[in-house]
Structure formats: structure tokens, C-alpha cells
């Protein structure tokens, strides 16, 4: 609704200060033009907004002016009430000091909307971790977190193959994925991310860096998970399913069960894998659910392997 929308533009301002038409549209999910025309509605109803031409303009609020206009309605309590603490933010040692914080936020609601608390954390739950994610030590991130929150240049060390490489590096931020934790951090310049657990030692140093006024973490994590994904190769499989194992194809291989039938109700598709090595490990679970056409390579490979399982226990 247009009321909401307007209520969280005056907050966005007043917790966060200028900002440009372009930066309000995306928060809020509109277009610009449309930011535009609440600004001028803003205004006619008396809050005192005020733009600034330029590339540091943007609009902002009077200094000094504050609203109340912080109350939760019946929608937001019930979907803050569905968030948890992520497993990440328990390793980052910071758990404690959020689930404080939890507490605090949610005495302050009403009495009516406390009681929906219990109600809503039984009926959904956010597991934030990946399948065997979060499994690996990390003896170094708190480390990290403490030089990325002072702006301290951090000594790290790592294995490329067979060789230890040590750098000192600026770090910028941390980012968790799927459950893993990832350094951002520029070496002479250039910026780059890896991963937390793949570091054999990390220490912060005493000397400090400047980070860029224009560095923005979310265009860059965007920016480079595009790339490591145009990286990957992709290895195509055209493969034969068995009418039975249709329905287990999302789970089994990832893909929406969608291709040709033939007359005997078998489909034939084609999915992507990263490797030869990859697929094979992948369709031999499968069993006799599915039968690789092409590549000749892997189904040859994959005829080797199921005779040597058949050899152990063919008997």
C-alpha cells in the first residue's frame, strides 16, 4: 500500500540520511519515478524533505525532525517473529549479543503482538546452512572480523596445489553463503573473495587502510558470483529416465523433470554437470533410474564402474 510505502520512505531517511531517488527506488521495490511522485506527496502532506542536485544530492529530511511512526503492524511482527539466529552469526561469536537484542525488540511490542511470538516460531523455522555445510573449523574468523570492523591489513596464508602463498591484504568484508564464509579483501588494488576455511593462517596487523568511499559489497558479491558462475565448466549429458524415476529427477540431479517421452513412457533430456567426473558420481546414484546416451566418454565410463562394482559383489 501507498501509506506503508510512504511511512518507510520517512524511516529510510531518518535512520539512514540523503539518499539519491535511485537508492530509495531499490529499497523499496518501486520505480523512480514513482519515488518522485511520493516525494512530492511527502512534502504536501508537511513532512519537511528537501532535495539536492548532484552527484552527492539525493533527498533528506530536516535536521532535527524524527517521527514515531515505528510501530510494527500485525505483518511485520509476525514476519520478524520468523526469523532466527543463523548458524554463521553463532560461529562469528555474535549470537548472543543478537539474540539480546532479540529479546529487547520484542518486549517493546505491544502485549497483543507478543503473544504471537510462540504462535509463529512453531510454525516456521529458517535453516540458513546447506546440507553438510557448516562443518569445516574455523579457527581464524574472528580474527578476520576484528580487522574487517577496524580497517586492519591482515596477514593471511594459503595452499594453491602444492605451494603455501602469504599476503597481506586489505579486508573489506566478510559475506556468508549457503552456510560458508567468504573474505572480500583487495591485494595491491585488486579486489577478490576466499573462502574463510580454506585459510591455513590468518593475523591482523597493527597498519591500517582507507577503504574506498565508493566500495559497495553487494554490487561487488553480485559481480563476482556472476563471474565464478560463467567459470564453471559445462559438461552436457543426454540421458534416458525411467518412467518410475521421474518424479525423483529434482532431488536426484537437480532438474525439473521436463523432456521427451517416448512411446514406452522413458524421457530423454538433456542436463548440464560441471564434469565428467561430476555426472558420473551423480548418475550412478541413480541406479537404473537413468541411462547416459552422450557422451560416449561417460557412458563407457560409467559401463567400467558398475563392472567393477559387480565384480565385488556379483557374487
Given at each position: 500500500m501507498r501509506a506503508d510505502r510512504l511511512i518507510a520512505m520517512i524511516i529510510l531517511l531518518q535512520t539512514r540520511g540523503r539518499m539519491s531517488a535511485r537508492r530509495l527506488a531499490d529499497e523499496l521495490e518501486v520505480s523512480e519515478r514513482t519515488i518522485y511522485r511520493d516525494i512530492v506527496a511527502l512534502s504536501a502532506a508537511g513532512i519537511p524533505v528537501y532535495g539536492e542536485a548532484g552527484p552527492q544530492g539525493g533527498?533528506?529530511?530536516?535536521?532535527?525532525?524524527?517521527?514515531?511512526?515505528?510501530?510494527?503492524?500485525?505483518?511485520?511482527?509476525?514476519?520478524?517473529?520468523?526469523?532466527?539466529i543463523p548458524e554463521p552469526l553463532q560461529a562469528l561469536g555474535v549470537g548472543q549479543e543478537l539474540k539480546?537484542?532479540?529479546?529487547?525488540?520484542?518486549?517493546?511490542?505491544p502485549a497483543s503482538r507478543q503473544a504471537e511470538q510462540e504462535?509463529?516460531?512453531?510454525?516456521?523455522?529458517?535453516?540458513?546452512?546447506?546440507?553438510?555445510?557448516?562443518?569445516?573449523?574455523?579457527?581464524?574468523?574472528q580474527t578476520i572480523h576484528q580487522a574487517v570492523w577496524g580497517d586492519r591489513c591482515l596477514r593471511i596464508r594459503y595452499k594453491m596445489f602444492t605451494t603455501?602463498?602469504?599476503?597481506?591484504?586489505?579486508?573489506?568484508?566478510?559475506?556468508?553463503?549457503?552456510?560458508?564464509?567468504?573474505?572480500v579483501s583487495a591485494l595491491q588494488g585488486r579486489l577478490?573473495?576466499?573462502?574463510?576455511?580454506?585459510?591455513?593462517?590468518?593475523?591482523?596487523?597493527?597498519?591500517?587502510?582507507?577503504r574506498p568511499?565508493?566500495?559497495d559489497l553487494q554490487a561487488f558479491w553480485k559481480g563476482w558470483c556472476a563471474e565464478q558462475a560463467g567459470r564453471q565448466v559445462v559438461y552436457p549429458v543426454r540421458l534416458?529416465?525411467?518412467?518410475?524415476?521421474?518424479?525423483?529427477?529434482?532431488?536426484?540431479?537437480?532438474?525439473?523433470?521436463?523432456?521427451?517421452?517416448?512411446?514406452?513412457?522413458?524421457?530423454t533430456l538433456t542436463v548440464a554437470f560441471e564434469s565428467l567426473e561430476v555426472a558420473r558420481g551423480k548418475i550412478l546414484g541413480c541406479g537404473g533410474g537413468v541411462e547416459v546416451l552422450e557422451p560416449y566418454a561417460l557412458r563407457r565410463s560409467i559401463q567400467d564402474?558398475?563392472?567393477?562394482?559387480?565384480?565385488?559383489?556379483?557374487?
Open positions: 533527498y533528506a529530511l530536516v535536521d532535527g525532525y524524527s517521527t514515531s511512526l515505528t510501530g510494527l503492524s500485525e505483518g511485520e511482527a509476525q514476519a520478524l517473529f520468523m526469523l532466527s539480546a537484542a532479540w529479546l529487547k525488540l520484542a518486549a517493546s511490542l504462535r509463529v516460531r512453531q510454525r516456521f523455522y529458517l535453516d540458513h546452512v546447506w546440507w553438510q555445510s557448516g562443518q569445516e573449523a574455523l579457527p581464524h574468523l603455501e602463498i602469504e599476503h597481506v591484504v586489505e579486508p573489506y568484508a566478510l559475506v556468508v553463503k549457503a552456510g560458508e564464509w567468504y573474505l577478490s573473495a576466499q573462502r574463510v576455511a580454506a585459510l591455513l593462517e590468518a593475523q591482523a596487523l597493527d597498519e591500517r587502510f582507507e568511499a565508493d566500495f534416458r529416465v525411467a518412467p518410475h524415476f521421474t518424479p525423483a529427477l529434482s532431488w536426484a540431479l537437480g532438474v525439473s523433470p521436463a523432456g521427451i517421452l517416448d512411446e514406452d513412457g522413458w524421457m564402474y558398475a563392472q567393477q562394482v559387480m565384480g565385488v559383489y556379483g557374487g
